[in-house]
């Protein structure tokens, strides 16, 4: 995910979120739980994926990517030259996906097709959607929520209303436990600002000038939207 000169900075929204369903409450819990026993252990949330190896830029963790058992999602993580992600506070981030051979049923492929239209695109063969990365900071904890260019991943998009559906979904059983309930309970604990982001990011892509290639191909626009995040904070709130 190279970040090319004249990139347009994405938008940072307030946190201002109120967060009081239940939902959000055992996301906190099971959260705090996770981070207490990581604590207790002297344990980085990566380590099952990075062992006791800094690791390599670019290089994805786990190697294969992990993979849900029903074929759903899949998500890896990996970081950047620190220059790429000046002042962002991360170390490295994990980008979620839905894999279309297990999640093909569940969209609207006509509503999709009138999506990738209207950003001036053709479908293509693609086995994955991005849906959403989470930056990390070097302890592990999470600091930022952000979308990304269709150039970025090499895929394809999912309409706003279908990439918050698949959020909505998801559930973890890749293998690698902890990781997985971090994912969740992060976009869970986050929902309103997900549900924001995701609409933002097509706001952004669809507001672009009519130009070659197309907004899904504009290198200047590598982050369409971007939230930060302060997971203590939410948890006092909670």
């Not at 980085?44 to 074929?71: C, F, K, M, T």
């Given at each position: 995910m190279p970040h090319a000169s004249g990139t347009r900075r994405p938008r940072h929204h307030g946190v201002h979120a109120r967060v009081t369903d239940s939902a959000a409450t055992l996301a906190a819990e099971a959260?705090?739980?996770?981070?207490?026993?990581?604590?207790?252990?002297?344990?980085?949330?990566?380590?099952?994926?990075?062992?006791?190896?800094?690791?390599?830029?670019?290089?994805?963790?786990?190697?294969?990517?992990?993979?849900?058992?029903?074929?759903?999602?899949?998500?890896?993580?990996?970081?950047?030259?620190?220059?790429?992600?000046?002042?962002?506070?991360?170390h490295g981030h994990l980008h979620l996906f839905a894999r279309m051979e297990g999640v093909a049923d569940d969209i609207d492929e006509r509503?999709?097709?009138?999506?990738?239209?209207?950003?001036?695109?053709?479908?293509?063969?693609?086995?994955?959607?991005?849906?959403?990365a989470i930056g990390l900071n070097p302890v592990g904890v999470p600091v930022l929520l952000f979308t990304v260019n269709r150039w970025v991943t090499g895929d394809l998009p999912l309409s706003g209303r279908a990439t918050i559906a698949m959020l909505d979904a998801l559930r973890l059983d890749t293998g690698h436990p902890t990781i997985d309930l971090v994912i969740q309970s992060i976009l869970a604990l986050y929902r309103e600002e997900v549900r924001m982001l995701i609409m933002e990011r097509d706001s952004v892509l669809m507001e672009l000038p009519t130009r070659a290639p197309g907004p899904l191909e504009d290198r200047a626009i590598e982050m369409p939207s971007s939230v930060r995040i302060d997971v203590d904070r939410r948890l006092a709130v909670l």
């Open positions: 959260l705090v739980g996770c981070y207490r026993e990581l604590a207790r252990k002297r344990v980085h949330l990566l380590a099952p994926i990075l062992g006791d190896r800094a690791p390599v830029q670019w290089e994805h963790y786990p190697s294969d990517d992990a993979i849900n058992r029903d074929r759903r999602y899949q998500w890896f993580y990996h970081s950047h030259d620190p220059e790429d992600r000046a002042g962002s506070g991360e509503l999709e097709l009138d999506y990738l239209r209207s950003l001036r695109t053709r479908p293509r063969s693609a086995a994955t959607r991005h849906l959403i």
